[in-house]
């Protein structure tokens, strides 16, 4: 390994993601965030639909939840296990990863499974949340598994004064937090209906009284610049259940989930990496020609990307297996890659 390529491990470590950057005194992961029912940690919300029949209601949450949870192989229990239409009520088990940090170097994450139940009628639907456990370091003597009851309540994952998130058991509070209010925000867009910042209970006001047939909620938004501490910490999981392409001179080239490297600092700069496969001899070429390109993530079976990246490539490194095997776990051990660094230049992200 050259001296430049060691130079750049070195900054390797320097990496933070999204969630490392966050501000462990947010209020809103501190005292009264964890709401329990008989003993257990519980969510609940109510959306709020007046427009729309519980037929309308139910057709929608259904389609979505049947987008949303949906299993393979890594994740089995990811599915919806029970609807009755007649009864209005709709159950999904969820099991996905809640990422902490990735880096090119290192992924901390745990796996975490819940139920989500939606109790719908005319107009609203009730949506609740529990059941919550984790299973966390499972690759390493089969990991830890906790309940949600014993690891993320306010005693456990406070400070005594309950003014900061505690080191260990504060990064699962605020992730799971973090879900919690993706599914709910997700199924309230889809009846046409948006979270307000004034509502601090447990209730979704209409976005507007306009039918929902006026809003299609089908309508993706359009891509707003955010800076690296917005985007999703499960950026990696969504290039793995999804797709994830290179763009350079005006050809989209899809990848694999290997090839993402996460993100990084090279000295003062926010730089992304990309690895590609040596023997991918047109991609190679492409990158190597071109000073700027463009990495993409869209989500499982849609056609508009979620994240867009604008990079400036600032070096390209070729690697052995051997030498990729601290940089990432994914890396298929047979082959030999190029490392592609790219300097952050724009970040945009549905």
């Known amino acids: 390994m050259n001296k430049f390529l060691l130079i750049l491990l070195l900054c390797f470590p320097l990496a933070l993601t999204a969630n490392e950057k966050k501000d462990n005194t947010d209020p809103k992961y501190l005292k009264n965030a964890i709401t329990m029912v008989d003993g257990k940690v519980t969510f609940k919300q109510t959306l709020e639909a007046p427009s729309l029949s519980k037929e309308q209601l139910y057709n929608l949450l259904l389609n979505w939840s049947d987008q949303y949870f949906k299993p393979n192989e890594k994740l089995p229990q990811h599915r919806v296990?029970?609807?009755?239409?007649?009864?209005?009520?709709?159950?999904?088990?969820?099991?996905?990863?809640?990422?902490?940090?990735?880096?090119?170097?290192?992924?901390?994450?745990?796996?975490?499974?819940?139920?989500?139940?939606?109790?719908i009628q005319n107009g609203k639907c009730d949506l609740t949340m529990s059941r919550i456990r984790y299973w966390y370091d499972e690759n390493r003597d089969g990991g830890q598994r906790y309940d949600a009851e014993e690891w993320i309540t306010d005693e456990m994952a406070l400070n005594k004064k309950k003014t900061k998130l505690a080191p260990i058991c504060g990064k699962f509070r605020r992730g799971t937090i973090d879900l919690k209010d993706k599914l709910f925000e997700d199924a309230a867009q889809v009846i046409g209906t948006t979270r307000t910042a004034q509502t601090p209970a447990t209730t979704l006001v209409p976005a507007s009284t306009v039918a929902i047939e006026s809003v299609p909620s089908t309508?993706?938004?359009?891509?707003?610049?955010?800076?690296?501490?917005?985007?999703?910490?499960?950026?990696?999981?969504?290039?793995?259940?999804?797709?994830?392409?290179?763009?350079?001179?005006?050809?989209?080239?899809?990848?694999?989930?290997?090839?993402?490297?996460?993100?990084?600092?090279?000295?003062?700069?926010?730089?992304?990496?990309?690895?590609?496969?040596?023997?991918?001899?047109?991609?190679?070429?492409?990158?190597?020609?071109?000073?700027?390109?463009?990495?993409?993530?869209?989500?499982?079976?849609?056609?508009?990307?979620?994240v867009v990246i604008e990079c400036k490539k600032v070096t390209a490194q070729k690697m052995t297996a051997e030498e990729l095997k601290t940089l990432n776990q994914s890396a298929d051990s047979s082959k030999n890659y190029t490392l592609y660094i790219g300097e952050i230049l724009r970040i945009q992200m549905r």
Not at 256 to 271: E, P, Q
Not at 280 to 287: G, L
Request: proline share 3%; no cysteine.
């Open 219 to 306: 309508t993706p938004k359009e891509l707003q610049i955010v800076t690296i501490e917005k985007l999703p910490a499960n950026l990696s999981e969504l290039a793995a259940a999804g797709r994830i392409t290179v763009k350079v001179n005006d050809e989209e080239i899809d990848m694999k989930a290997d090839n993402w490297g996460g993100f990084g600092k090279l000295l003062t700069k926010d730089v992304a990496y990309t690895l590609v496969d040596q023997s991918r001899i047109a991609v190679n070429a492409a990158m190597e020609h071109s000073d700027n390109y463009t990495i993409s993530f869209y989500p499982k079976g849609q056609t508009q990307p979620i």
């Open 81 to 119: 296990v029970y609807t009755n239409q007649d009864k209005g009520e709709i159950v999904a088990m969820g099991e996905e990863y809640i990422v902490f940090s990735s880096s090119a170097l290192s992924l901390d994450r745990t796996r975490i499974y819940y139920q989500l139940y939606f109790e």
